[in-house]
């Protein structure tokens, strides 16, 4: 059994992610050698390779059960529920989509609509420009208010992240 938390899984799958990417990069270079060269033997490096992809999905596996065994408080004004760290994760990227949805109208000119992507919003070349219906303001304020959702729900998974949790499967070694 060992005791972790969030963070330090991250820590571990982002070393791993690294090894993984390192290793992918000698696989390929080891493919193809001129007489002489001693680049690796590529079976080896990919067993290598197989071992930190497995190694991945453990680490990936514990903090599935971490993120959904760890409790947050929301405080924004979109949820008051309480929820797991894998729901605030996926909640977070929920709310970055929406407040770029917003912040694409607010960012919006007049002559984006004439030139290039915004034929469908128009009766014909010569004719009128459908009009906005929501005004830049409203826009605006919508934006922000899911940028402070967000804000407040990355907290949030930051505080939960702290938490330790006992992973009784998990092992030192897979975090090495």
């Not at 390929?28 to 690796?40: H, I, P, S, T």
């Not at 909640?91 to 000119?109: I, P, Q």
């Not at 906005?132 to 990355?154: D, K, N, P």
């Amino acid at each position: 059994m060992t005791s972790v938390t969030g963070f330090r899984l991250l820590e571990v799958l982002g070393r791993l992610e690294l090894r993984k990417r390192s290793l992918q990069g000698e696989f390929n270079d080891a493919l193809y050698q001129f007489d002489g060269e001693n680049k690796g033997n590529p079976v080896e490096i990919a067993e290598r390779l197989d071992d930190v992809e497995q190694r991945i999905a453990v680490v990936q596996t514990a903090q599935a059960e971490y993120n959904n065994r760890v409790t947050i408080a929301s405080t924004g004004e979109l949820s008051d529920k309480p929820y797991t760290l894998q729901e605030a994760v996926k909640r977070l990227g929920g709310l970055n989509r929406m407040s770029n949805l917003w912040k694409g109208v607010v960012g919006e000119r007049d002559h984006d609509r004439l030139f290039g992507r915004s034929y469908a919003r128009m009766k014909s070349r010569e004719d009128e420009l459908a009009k906005l219906q929501v005004g830049r303001e409203q826009a605006m304020e919508m934006a922000e208010t899911y940028l402070g959702e967000a804000s407040m729900i990355r907290a949030a998974i930051a505080a939960g992240n702290t938490e330790a949790v006992d992973i009784e499967w998990l092992t030192q070694e897979d975090l090495s």
